[in-house]
């Protein structure tokens, strides 16, 4: 089981934990979760929102301890949990420094707290008993720097350890696991070896596996991620072969699944040690959509704009980092070329998205998933030649290397994309221009407003 704070989220939450504190007195927060159920072993509670109470929703607030009003509880009950039967998350700060212990009064208070929930909550309403409310807690020292996080039972009789995230990514490498003397990595130990083995862990699904999809596996492999998931229901045709990197005349006259040739190139890379998983189907399908779901990091890189809605849909739903490569290749009237490589990182968690921060069009991606069906349908029995918008491999290249760029710098931290990141490269122009993301989002989005 795990919690997953998104980093935007928690630094919002951490000052208001501090600003909540005159002195050195204890001070509380909650958290409000959706959980995933990513497969029979494997929770994960997300935050849909979080409350600090101010100084008049406490009884008694001390160094020693507190005591919160019973209105503030009944107001946390009918805000958050009546309606949207969400689990709860108390975190709670010890006026000390250093690794923080729950105390008697903690497990005392908390016990009872977990009863409380599941109890109020009638078992003759629609409300399965594992649909009850689940208590998760956390204390910290009072820098909130040091945690320890436990989940009770729907009894109050017991609980055990959950694991707390609150970077982009979930990942907890095995400490023991030996180091990699791999030689492959020799040249990339200045990033860390805990990066290393952070990319040894990543699972990364792809969504698209064409001519940008398939240099994005071919350079974030070489760099060190052996866990896959693959989507694309397309064959290799004639046409890519000018930009899929070790495509050969026989795959197309063979009609690979785009999926199966993107897993040869990681198989390529990694004789043995790499999971790839292929699944020759649309986004859009509920399998996939389960696949992609319990990934640690999803990256689109379609041609289309419905893609790319389902999978920033998915990433907003399940809260897992999303990566958006594109590029667009216009001629001008005068036969002059404009070229663009895009890469966004749209925030963890929400705060905008690829709709409301325009890098997709609502209305062509309506367009599109209901035009898709009879395009697919026609390609397939060889109406359509299959020759659409000009694209280069170089210029995929630069998009695909500029994403890895950036997933590896998520992982070792060199880049803060907290409030997220949109980059569009111009091409002769040679500019880079850069979004402000503060600029991004409205608060009414239908897709990621809170
Ligand atoms: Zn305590
Ligand atoms: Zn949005």
Redesign the pocket.
């Known amino acids: 089981m795990s919690l997953h704070i998104p980093p935007k989220m928690w630094h919002q939450f951490y000052h208001a934990m501090l600003d909540a504190r005159t002195t050195n007195e ?1 001070v509380i927060g909650f958290f409000f979760c959706k959980r995933h159920q990513v497969s029979k072993q494997k929770v994960r509670y997300l935050p849909q929102s979080w409350v600090v109470p101010s100084a008049d929703c406490y009884e008694r607030q001390s160094a020693n301890g507190l005591v919160m009003k019973q209105e503030f509880h009944q107001y946390l009950i009918e805000t958050f949990l009546a309606k949207e039967k969400l689990d709860v998350v108390h975190i ?1 700060t ?1 006026s000390d420094r250093g690794k923080p212990e ?2 008697g ?2 497990d005392r208070y908390e016990s009872e707290y977990a009863r409380f929930l599941s109890s109020h909550f009638n078992p003759s309403a629609a409300l399965s008993f594992k649909k009850k409310p689940r208590l998760i807690s956390g ?1 910290f020292d009072e820098t909130l720097q040091q945690s320890q996080f436990r989940i009770w039972d729907r009894k109050g009789q017991s609980f055990e350890r959950i694991n707390c995230s609150r970077s982009w990514f979930e990942l907890t490498p095995d400490v023991n696991t030996p180091n990699e003397t791999d030689l492959m990595f020799a040249r990339q130990q200045a990033f860390g070896e805990g990066v290393q083995k952070q990319l040894g862990e990543l699972t990364v699904a792809l969504i698209g596996c064409g001519g940008i999809g398939a240099i994005f596996a071919e350079l974030l492999g070489r760099l060190g991620v052996k866990k896959w998931i693959l989507i694309d229901r397309d064959r290799v045709e004639s046409v890519n072969l000018n930009r899929l990197p070790a495509a050969t005349q026989d795959m197309a006259t063979q009609q690979w699944y785009k999926v199966h040739y993107v897993k040869h190139l990681i198989k390529r890379i990694y004789a043995t040690g790499s999971h790839v998983k292929t699944i020759p189907t649309s986004i859009a399908d509920e399998s996939a959509k389960q696949e992609v779901a319990a990934a640690d990091l999803i990256v689109v890189a379609t041609d289309n704009h419905s893609s790319r809605q389902v999978a920033q849909e998915l990433a907003l739903t399940y809260m897992r980092p999303l990566v958006c490569l594109g590029t667009h290749i216009d001629i001008q009237p005068n036969n002059t070329p404009r070229m663009y490589c895009r890469v966004t990182v749209p925030p963890l968690g929400g705060g905008w998205c690829l709709m409301c921060g325009n890098i997709i069009n609502l209305h062509r991606a309506a367009l599109e998933s209901a035009a898709d069906e009879i395009n697919h349908l026609a390609a397939r029995v060889g109406y359509v030649e299959g020759i659409g918008d000009p694209a280069v491999f170089w210029l995929n290249s630069l998009c695909a290397s500029t994403g890895v760029g950036v997933i590896h710098s998520m992982l070792s931290g060199f880049l803060d994309v907290d409030n997220g990141l949109d980059w569009i490269y111009e091409f002769p122009g040679s500019n880079w221009l850069k979004t402000n993301p503060e600029y991004l989002g409205t608060c009414g989005c239908y897709f990621c407003g809170v």
């Open positions: 204890e709670h010890h729950f105390s009064v903690d204390v």
